[in-house]
């Protein structure tokens, strides 16, 4: 955001008036200039202003029928401003906006002055506005929408017509109107003499596309009440415009100006790019930016600077606790992180004093859980949070803000037994594979022998074996003999069916820590099991350390994507027989988290089994991300949404000061297929540094394209937002490798 200091004293001011001194400009609360014009009956005030003292530009127009009469500019200082007052006659009035209505005709029709400013003609106030005084206008024409950074967002539309002749502001009511061609033809009468088709490609032509030929501007005024700028100041609006709009610096200022004449009541206004076309010509058109009165404000700034973020809109009772990690957590629990857990079992509510990305392990089990979910700065000492902490409350997340209240028992013990399945559910286990397989031999309809995990790897080799691992698959059959071979089947049966600990989170949480380390240290492998596991690390390099990945039968499905719940681990040369690695990826089955998770939907957790993904690590990766096939800021359009961080600080688990690199790519009409829209850029590289080259990007979306096309039709999905979830990495060479594709739970 472009910040200038500005001094008063070099506001110069020409009254064109003899008899009339206006007051000296100063500095309103909102931070805009305003100056007294005395009472004078008869007679109105237009405030113009310079940069130069050559081009005046009319901002405001008042009546002098007060005894003090507050005439404003209309937006925030820039570096140096010149100020005209002229007062008229009512008698002799003038027609600043040039619409054939004299200033004071208009002036006594609507009762302000952006009507003598705005020269766009009446229409029917269902359709729209042609000026907003106040917030509750700007609400009643909005609509919550989507924008790349924020799922749900106040905006209003807007549309200016003839910007070449005698341009007219028009805010359009959204709801009525959703798109601004519709508005055009319905409300404006415009492209009428066309078919609706026809009407609609000369108005693209003359809005979007249009060179020479540009007849108008469409675009939208944001709210971002949850912004907070240095100074402290909260809330701000930003002037947006179609991403592949390449609208050149003089129409930018022209509807900035005329959305600030005709919006006094925002304080903050902002032109924001939010697209690399618009962000190229920002750049290209700095120094226009920098001499004119059009504050601007880039991506990262604008979605990093702020209080509050609403990740999953939903509401639950539950025990409001503050908490570090995830530990001794429970379904009934509403829990505050001073950080991001690197884990998380089932909760009722998620409030973190950290930002989170939506493809965070936090947020994809805020969303397959359905659990409120909001970033709050300062939750833990927040005024309407604090007071609350170890009380059974009542927490809703909206867009508009949160809400937490004190709740009862009976009203917290309600609401989690409507949410718990009424019967037991038992995952589908396949014991008939009996073998290590390659995954050249596991098929993507062997799921229920290998995990969803393992099948959907060995189908991305399938379908690109380039950008996928190669490696193995450890069966549910081995899992199911060792628990066998150890009698472990019947310790877990005793441990879980304990009243003390059914009852009490921190006995569960120990006792299953010591069943974990029992499968760890105090177990042994049949010896047919030995000989296999041995055979399989030898088919591995002496210098290449295997990875196992957990592929349990209760994770990466259509229904439960499970993130999160179970550990994987390298296993490195130090470590002797690769068991140990095995091992402990069984234990985690029993990991609190999981076992929480499984409890609260009444998955049976004996016929819960873990298969072993093996492949090899990866090492000195130059990225890492998230990517998932849909718009989740706007479903219902194409769209590719990418978090990525260089190195090995995972995205879905990051470092407590990490925030990654935030991208949406869409196929919007413009001069490339995909427009690539930064919505944040990574904390861990220099500003002008990027995690993903353009190339990479682009490759990422085109086998996101394919991978989403191929599962669809395995998952025999007819669902028109059904989504593929990526894990991914671009190696040390540069290479994209996609390490997991599960279905997106949304």
Same mark, same amino acid.
């Given at each position: 955001?472009?910040?200038?200091?500005?001094?008063?004293?070099?506001?110069?001011?020409?009254?064109?008036?003899?008899?009339?001194?206006?007051?000296?400009?100063?500095?309103?609360?909102?931070?805009?200039?305003?100056?007294?014009?005395?009472?004078?009956?008869?007679?109105?005030?237009?405030?113009?202003?310079?940069?130069?003292?050559?081009?005046?530009?009319?901002?405001?127009?008042?009546?002098?029928?007060?005894?003090?009469?507050?005439?404003?500019?209309?937006?925030?200082?820039?570096?140096?401003?010149?100020?005209?007052?002229?007062?008229?006659?009512?008698?002799?009035?003038?027609?600043?906006?040039?619409?054939?209505?004299?200033?004071?005709?208009?002036?006594?029709?609507?009762?302000?002055?952006?009507?003598?400013?705005?020269?766009?003609?009446?229409?029917?106030?269902?359709?729209?506005?042609?000026?907003?005084?106040?917030?509750?206008?700007?609400?009643?024409?909005?609509?919550?929408?989507?924008?790349?950074?924020?799922?749900?967002?106040?905006?209003?539309?807007?549309?200016?017509?003839?910007?070449?002749?005698?341009?007219?502001?028009?805010?359009?009511?959204?709801?009525?109107?959703?798109?601004?061609?519709?508005?055009?033809?319905?409300?404006?009468?415009?492209?009428?003499?066309?078919?609706?088709?026809?009407?609609?490609?000369?108005?693209?032509?003359?809005?979007?596309?249009?060179?020479?030929?540009?007849?108008?501007?469409?675009?939208?005024?944001? @709210? %971002?009440? $949850?912004?907070? !700028?240095?100074?402290?100041?909260?809330?701000?609006?930003?002037?947006?415009?179609?991403? #592949?709009? *390449?609208?050149?610096?003089?129409?930018?200022?022209?509807?900035?100006?005329?959305?600030?004449?005709?919006?006094?009541?925002?304080?903050?206004?902002?032109?924001?790019?939010?697209?690399?076309?618009?962000?190229?010509?920002?750049?290209?058109?700095?120094?226009?930016?920098?001499?004119?009165?059009?504050?601007?404000?880039?991506?990262?700034?604008?979605?990093?600077?702020?209080?509050?973020?609403?990740?999953?809109?939903?509401?639950?009772?539950?025990?409001?606790?503050?908490?570090?990690?995830?530990?001794?957590?429970?379904?009934?629990?509403?829990?505050?992180?001073?950080?991001?857990?690197?884990?998380?079992?089932?909760?009722?509510?998620?409030?973190?004093?950290?930002?989170?990305?939506?493809? @965070? %392990?936090? $947020?994809?089990? !805020?969303?397959?859980?359905?659990?409120?979910?909001?970033?709050?700065?300062?939750?833990? #000492?927040? *005024?309407?949070?604090?007071?609350?902490?170890?009380?059974?409350?009542?927490?809703?997340?909206?867009?508009?803000?949160?809400?937490?209240?004190?709740?009862?028992?009976?009203?917290?013990?309600?609401?989690?037994?409507?949410?718990?399945?009424?019967?037991?559910?038992?995952?589908?286990?396949?014991?008939?594979?009996?073998?290590?397989?390659?995954?050249?031999?596991?098929?993507?309809?062997?799921?229920?022998?290998?995990?969803?995990?393992?099948?959907?790897?060995?189908?991305?080799?399938?379908?690109?074996?380039?950008?996928?691992?190669?490696?193995?698959?450890?069966?549910?059959?081995?899992?199911?003999?060792?628990?066998?071979?150890?009698?472990?089947?019947?310790?877990?049966?005793?441990?879980?069916?304990?009243?003390?600990?059914?009852?009490?989170?921190?006995?569960?949480?120990?006792?299953?820590?010591?069943?974990?380390?029992?499968?760890?240290?105090?177990?042994?492998?049949?010896?047919?099991?030995?000989?296999?596991?041995?055979?399989?690390?030898?088919?591995?390099?002496?210098?290449?350390?295997?990875?196992?990945?957990?592929?349990?039968?209760?994770?990466?499905?259509?229904?439960?994507?499970?993130?999160?719940?179970?550990?994987?681990?390298?296993?490195?040369?130090?470590?002797?027989?690769?068991?140990?690695?095995?091992?402990?990826?069984?234990?985690?089955?029993?990991?609190?988290?999981?076992?929480?998770?499984?409890?609260?939907?009444?998955?049976?957790?004996?016929?819960?089994?873990?298969?072993?993904?093996?492949?090899?690590?990866?090492?000195?990766?130059?990225?890492?991300?998230?990517?998932?096939?849909?718009?989740?800021?706007?479903?219902?359009?194409?769209?590719?949404?990418?978090?990525?961080?260089?190195?090995?600080?995972?995205?879905?688990?990051?470092?407590?000061?990490?925030?990654?690199?935030?991208?949406?790519?869409?196929?919007?009409?413009?001069?490339?297929?995909?427009?690539?829209?930064?919505?944040?850029?990574?904390?861990?590289?220099?500003?002008?540094?990027?995690?993903?080259?353009?190339?990479?990007?682009?490759?990422?979306?085109?086998?996101?394209?394919?991978?989403?096309?191929?599962?669809?039709?395995?998952?025999?999905?007819?669902?028109?937002?059904?989504?593929?979830?990526?894990?991914?990495?671009?190696?040390?060479?540069?290479?994209?490798?996609?390490?997991?594709?599960?279905?997106?739970?949304?």
């Amino acid at each position: 955001m472009r910040r200038l200091s500005v001094i008063l004293t070099s506001a110069f001011l020409l009254a064109l008036h003899a008899q009339i001194q206006p007051s000296a400009p100063q500095l309103s609360e909102n931070g805009k200039f305003r100056l007294a014009v005395p009472q004078t009956e008869n007679h109105y005030a237009i405030l113009s202003r310079s940069k130069d003292l050559v081009e005046w530009r009319p901002v405001d127009i008042i009546a002098l029928s007060q005894a003090e009469n507050w005439i404003r500019d209309s937006v925030t200082p820039s570096d140096k401003a010149y100020f005209q007052v002229r007062v008229v006659p009512n008698s002799d009035p003038l027609d600043t906006d040039g619409d054939g209505i004299n200033d004071f005709s208009e002036l006594n029709t609507s009762g302000t002055g952006c009507t003598a400013l705005n020269p766009a003609t009446k229409f029917p106030s269902t359709s729209g506005s042609r000026f907003m005084l106040d917030r509750a206008t700007f609400d009643a024409l909005s609509k919550t929408s989507g924008v790349p950074g924020a799922q749900e967002i106040r905006l209003v539309k807007f549309l200016i017509t003839d910007i070449r002749t005698n341009p007219r502001l028009h805010f359009v009511n959204s709801n009525t109107h959703p798109l601004h061609y519709d508005f055009a033809r319905r409300a404006l009468n415009r492209y009428t003499n066309f078919d609706y088709n026809t009407g609609r490609f000369f108005f693209d032509r003359e809005t979007y596309i249009g060179g020479s030929g540009r007849k108008n501007i469409a675009g939208s005024l944001i @709210s %971002h009440q $949850n912004y907070v !700028a240095n100074d402290g100041r909260k809330g701000i609006y930003t002037v947006e415009f179609w991403p #592949t709009d *390449p609208l050149p610096f003089e129409f930018i200022e022209l509807a900035y100006e005329a959305i600030a004449r005709c919006s006094p009541f925002i304080d903050q206004l902002l032109y924001h790019a939010p697209s690399q076309t618009q962000r190229q010509l920002q750049t290209l058109n700095q120094e226009k930016f920098d001499a004119s009165f059009v504050h601007t404000i880039d991506t990262n700034d604008l979605f990093s600077n702020t209080d509050y973020q609403p990740m999953h809109q939903q509401e639950a009772f539950g025990r409001l606790r503050v908490a570090d990690s995830a530990g001794s957590l429970g379904a009934r629990d509403i829990v505050i992180f001073r950080n991001l857990p690197n884990d998380l079992t089932k909760i009722a509510g998620i409030i973190t004093e950290v930002p989170q990305t939506p493809l @965070s %392990h936090v $947020n994809l089990k !805020a969303q397959q859980n359905d659990t409120p979910n909001a970033y709050i700065a300062n939750a833990s #000492t927040h *005024p309407d949070i604090a007071p609350f902490i170890g009380k059974n409350v009542f927490y809703r997340v909206s867009q508009d803000g949160f809400e937490i209240r004190i709740a009862t028992q009976v009203e917290v013990d309600q609401f989690l037994e409507n949410l718990r399945p009424l019967t037991p559910s038992f995952p589908p286990r396949d014991l008939s594979k009996t073998t290590i397989q390659p995954l050249s031999s596991v098929f993507f309809s062997e799921s229920d022998s290998f995990g969803g995990k393992a099948a959907n790897v060995a189908e991305l080799r399938r379908i690109m074996p380039a950008n996928a691992p190669d490696g193995f698959a450890i069966p549910f059959y081995f899992y199911d003999e060792f628990m066998k071979h150890n009698n472990f089947y019947t310790e877990a049966q005793a441990m879980i069916t304990a009243p003390d600990f059914q009852s009490n989170l921190t006995i569960r949480e120990a006792r299953l820590e010591t069943f974990r380390s029992r499968i760890k240290k105090e177990s042994t492998f049949p010896a047919w099991m030995e000989t296999a596991l041995t055979t399989l690390q030898n088919s591995f390099p002496s210098d290449i350390s295997p990875r196992l990945r957990s592929s349990a039968n209760a994770e990466d499905s259509i229904t439960f994507n499970g993130a999160g719940l179970y550990d994987s681990y390298t296993h490195k040369a130090n470590e002797g027989h690769i068991g140990k690695s095995v091992r402990q990826v069984w234990a985690s089955l029993w990991n609190y988290r999981a076992y929480e998770e499984r409890e609260f939907y009444r998955i049976d957790h004996l016929t819960s089994a873990m298969s072993v993904l093996v492949h090899s690590n990866q090492k000195n990766e130059q990225a890492n991300g998230v990517t998932v096939a849909s718009n989740i800021f706007i479903p219902t359009r194409e769209g590719y949404y990418i978090n990525a961080q260089i190195g090995e600080d995972l995205v879905t688990n990051p470092d407590v000061a990490s925030s990654p690199e935030e991208i949406l790519v869409s196929p919007l009409f413009g001069a490339e297929t995909y427009e690539i829209q930064y919505i944040r850029f990574s904390n861990q590289l220099p500003n002008d540094k990027r995690v993903l080259t353009k190339p990479q990007i682009l490759d990422l979306v085109a086998k996101m394209k394919l991978l989403n096309k191929h599962f669809k039709s395995l998952y025999n999905s007819s669902d028109s937002s059904f989504a593929m979830e990526i894990e991914f990495k671009i190696t040390s060479e540069g290479k994209l490798l996609i390490k997991q594709a599960r279905p997106w739970v949304n």
